[in-house]
């Protein structure tokens, strides 16, 4: 049995099968690139879902959690520790809020951000006792709570897993219109507007030009929170620190998590002004380990990272290559490309193959991507990924999509 094939079957046996992962078995990481157990080097083509946007083992994350590491790794809040200070000064510098609430995965910010949100309608807004609503996005994807899933148009996410959080109605994404009708109906009773600038399990689906503009416009107006779910879309991906800056836009609260980690371990957070955190009262949030002193620190090391604009600059530079590379494919067995900063959806023509097909045959010559939604294929290789990497990345896709051409003949 080989190594690939024994840590499959130990998998495949005893944890939960609520992945259908490639069949590939890494093992170690550097940069943009991983090596797996049979010694096979691999272009990470996923950079775990954009939690690895500084790439697998950057130095200075690797140094800062390793120190921290040896010195103090949790207090849990009941203590202060000499980390958390520092840390969310700096989240808060870097998103121009006024105070910071640290958590550890995406799910439980968003889960955070609703709190604070429905607090805020009825400490702050005046909201009808019980009766806050929170208007959503068709396609969104904000995690795997029930609360969250609840909202979800996915039927793999909903399925079986009802009864829901109540208060949540959903809007087509990107459908301005359709926001205010809802903002509307729910009659002074809507609390907050939640949405990613841009969906990235979606397929990486860009709302219309405006959008973020028109909505923040709107939430002012009707007095609703705008809730940018920006964990995957923010911290450099698009080519700026947070993808709601393409439209100079800033929402009440940003909830961020994956990069913030820096690949190491979870960090998650929501930023907003006083106005909006201040509603969070001792005893009614928290988390064990949200805001631990090794989170803090690698936070803190990540957002030191961002304060140059350097990632940002090479997400947007390397993603002008990485769309001209693909949209060069249209009508060569891709149909559609859609692509912010280093961030790209193809959809694969679905009469050629399916987007998992394109992965396996993009992990057997040696480039990692994941497929969302049947036909779509998701590229977002770390940003300190090189121009050779990006190359690669589309001369692989096109000689496995010429390979598909030739063979449907
Ligand atoms: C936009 C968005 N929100 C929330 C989440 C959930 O984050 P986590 O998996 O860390 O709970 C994700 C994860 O993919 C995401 O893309």
């Known amino acids: 049995m080989t190594t690939t094939r024994h840590h499959i079957d130990l998998v495949e046996t005893y944890a ?30 996923l950079a775990g879902y954009s939690a690895l946007n500084f790439g697998h083992g950057h130095p200075r994350l690797v140094a800062r959690a390793t ?42 910010a968003v889960e955070t951000a609703i709190k604070v949100s429905r607090k805020w309608g009825y400490q702050v807004k005046g909201v009808t006792p019980g009766a806050a609503t929170i208007v959503t996005m068709s396609g969104n994807f904000h995690g795997r709570t029930t609360t969250i899933v609840g909202f979800s148009d996915d039927p793999d996410a909903t399925t079986d897993h009802g009864p829901f959080t109540p208060g949540f109605t959903r809007v087509p994404y990107g459908d301005l219109p359709a926001v205010a009708a809802a903002i509307d109906a729910a009659a002074g009773n809507t609390v907050a507007v939640l949405l990613e600038p841009i969906q990235g399990e979606g397929g ?29 879309s923010g911290l450099g991906r698009t080519g700026r620190t947070f993808a709601c800056d393409h439209e100079d836009v800033v929402p009440d609260i940003y909830v961020l998590g994956k990069a ?3 690949g190491i371990l979870p960090v998650s957070a929501i930023a907003a002004d006083r106005e909006v955190l201040d509603v969070v009262r001792p005893g009614t949030h928290g988390s064990t380990f949200g805001g631990s002193p090794l989170a803090a620190a690698v936070g803190h090391e990540v957002v030191g990272l961002l304060a140059t604009g350097e990632y940002q600059e090479r997400a947007r530079v390397l993603g002008k290559r990485l769309v001209a590379g693909l949209d060069a494919l249209v009508g060569s067995g891709l149909v559609a490309v859609r692509a912010r900063g280093l961030w790209a959806g193809v959809d694969v023509d679905p009469g050629l193959m399916t987007g998992r097909r394109v992965c396996e045959e993009l992990m057997a010559r040696g480039v990692l991507a994941k497929d969302t939604h049947g036909s779509t294929v998701r590229f977002a290789p770390p940003l300190v990924c090189t121009e050779d990497d990006v190359d690669l990345l589309v001369s692989t896709l096109r000689s496995v999509l010429e390979q598909a051409l030739l063979s449907a003949g």
């Open 16 to 45: 939960a099968h609520n992945y259908h992962p490639l069949p590939v078995v890494l093992a170690s990481g550097e940069g943009a690139w991983v090596t797996d157990v049979e010694g096979r080097r691999y272009l990470d083509c």
């Open 260 to 262: 913030l980690g820096g």
């Open 204 to 232: 990486v689906v860009i709302p219309p030009d405006g959008f973020l503009r028109g909505l923040r416009e709107l939430c002012t107006e009707r007095n609703v929170l705008m809730v940018a779910d920006e964990i995957q």
């Open 67 to 108: 120190e921290q590491l040896q010195r103090l790794t949790l207090t849990s809040r009941a203590f202060h520790n000499d980390q958390l200070g520092p840390f969310v000064e700096a989240l808060a510098g870097l998103t121009g809020k006024q105070m910071v609430l640290p958590m550890n995965s995406g799910a439980e």
